[in-house]
């Protein structure tokens, strides 16, 4: 969750760019297998500063 930005999160969300590997890994903040709106949610909070990277579901997993 360094390198990723929110954009590249909603490209995949739309469908535009399809992310794989360790990207797709990354962006699955909840750790559900998937990447849905509510993963871009959580990295948009942490992206405002409202959250860190302990706050994301898939710490600790
Ligand atoms: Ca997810």
Known sequence: M????FATVKKHL????ILTG?????ADVDGDKSITALDLSFIKKYLLGMATYE???VVGK
């Open 55 to 57: 706050d994301f579901p």
């Open 2 to 5: 360094t390198a990723l930005d």
């Open 22 to 26: 360790d990207k797709f890994t990354a």
């Open 14 to 17: 739309l469908g535009i760019e």
